[in-house]
């Protein structure tokens, strides 16, 4: 591993610059920490645009905001929704669009109408088409490593903000199988009830249990996905969806989100941070979105036995502002909360330092085991 970032640990009390040559404090205290992570009964991952950046090569707001000034008739429509010279942020833009086309004269609403059009199409083709040549290996490490867990335990749950397609893609690639809400027959069509579904190995000529197939894991798209077509017969995946089923970067997101499909995904999000001994590991996430954020801060304050990791290639610097998620999670951290930590890291890095459950001998599983029930809270 090629760090291009520092990596720091905070957990209960402050910062500490990790080392891995040196075995020092901090390496301990965050390999033990991870390691009691992976072995958390509930594991929930909520993983956000970060994941697509570094080595994957994906679009970031700042690609997707040079798309669009790119596209004909940008000057005319920023001209008519008053979008200031300075704000530069996609999301803000197709805000004041989804906004202003309501309140301005017929002709420039279907202006505005045209260019929103264009920008979605836009942003669902670079969104769609990178995923092809980007190199996944953070994302296959990152899934081979999460879900060595133990076959009985709940599947690792993996929800996620993005679009495209890279957790899927290297899941395909590792031979893993992917439970995500659609039917396994083709076309295959989007039903909750899939979720419910899991895949054993049958036992052969004999009465013995069936075994759970090892490698399985759930993700939920909340935001929709570059091959999710809405269809008069229900949502089916499609390469190239002629109506994507996409909730676009706006501050509509939230209203969108609680509606079907996405209803679905965000009542289990929600339902999973209330289950006890839960686990949720946030990657790439900035907590901008509240739909999602609040959830999880209330998950903080009334799930006893709730723990958050937040991990991010700025959250350190995050954490050193005066609002937002990530103070309040420093805040939580300086009070010596040991159920929040935080891991300023990148994607790839973060993959690397997942730890080797299946690399414990029985011996050392029965002493962790132990510590953990002899440990007071």
């Known amino acids: 591993m090629e760090p291009t970032t520092t990596i720091s640990f905070a957990h209960a009390g402050g910062w500490n610059d ?64 008053r979008q200031p010279d300075g704000d530069q942020w996609v999301e803000n833009f197709l805000s004041r669009c989804q906004t202003a086309k309501e309140f301005l004269t017929e002709a420039e609403s279907k202006k505005v109408v045209d260019f929103l059009n264009a920008c979605e199409k836009a942003i669902l083709e670079v969104c769609a088409n990178f995923v092809s ?19 009985k335990a709940p599947r690792l749950r993996l929800f996620t903000t993005n679009y495209d397609r890279c957790f899927e893609e290297s899941a395909s690639r590792l031979g893993m199988c992917v439970i995500d809400g659609f039917s396994f027959s083709i076309p295959r069509r989007y039903d909750p009830r ?54 676009y970067p706006s501050n509509s997101k939230y209203q969108q989100s609680y509606t079907q499909p996405h209803l679905e995904a965000m009542t289990q999000f929600q339902a999973a941070l209330r289950e006890p001994n839960t686990c949720l590991v946030t990657i790439g996430f900035g907590f901008n979105d509240d739909h999602l954020s609040s959830p999880i801060l209330a998950a903080l304050e009334s799930n006893p036995s709730f723990k958050l990791l937040a991990v991010d290639v700025a959250a350190k610097s995050k954490s050193e502002g005066d609002q937002g998620m990530y103070r309040v999670l420093q805040d939580k951290i300086d009070q010596g909360e040991s159920d929040v930590a935080m891991l300023n890291a990148e994607f790839g890095q973060f993959a690397e330092l997942i730890p080797q459950l299946t690399a414990l001998s029985p011996a050392e599983q029965l002493v962790r085991s132990v510590k953990q029930m002899t440990t007071k809270p």
């Not at 075995?23 to 970060?50: I, M």
Request: glycine share 8%; with cysteine.
């Open 18 to 81: 990790y080392k891995a040559e040196a075995n020092d404090d901090c390496a301990k205290k965050l390999s033990e920490y991870l390691r009691s992570v992976l072995t958390t009964p509930n594991l929930l991952v909520l993983a956000g645009s970060g994941t697509s950046l570094g080595k994957a090569k994906g679009p970031s707001m700042t690609d997707l905001w040079e798309k669009a000034i790119k596209l004909e008739g940008f000057e005319e429509v920023k001209k008519a929704v």
């Open 133 to 151: 040549s980007a190199d996944l290996e953070g994302h296959k490490t990152f899934l081979r490593r999460m879900a060595r867990r133990r076959s």
């Open 194 to 247: 899939f979720y419910g579904y899991d895949i054993i190995r049958r036992a052969k000529g004999t009465d013995e249990t069936n075994d759970f197939v090892e490698g399985v894991i759930q993700i939920f798209k909340l935001h929709g996905s570059v091959d999710w077509d809405r269809t008069a017969n229900g949502i089916i995946q499609k390469e190239r969806p002629e109506v994507p089923c996409l909730i």
